[in-house]
């Protein structure tokens, strides 16, 4: 739980990329995944979908 405005949303982004990519900085100390791993974006509609967590990594 955290207040408005505080990069929740970035620091999932920067997770979810990471995971993605494998490519962890030196600092990382969470989970670290040797083989691709799958993860699900969901939204209200296809176009928001696609468009939000891309807007996010930017």
Partial sequence: M???QL???RAG???WAMHLTGR???WW???VFD???RLWAAGV???GTRDNPQRVLV
């Fill in 24 to 26: 962890y900085p030196d």
């Fill in 45 to 47: 509609t296809g176009e």
């Fill in 35 to 37: 083989t691709p791993v």
């Fill in 2 to 4: 955290a207040g408005n």
């Fill in 29 to 31: 100390r969470g989970k």
């Fill in 7 to 9: 990069g929740k949303t």
């Fill in 13 to 15: 982004g920067a997770e």
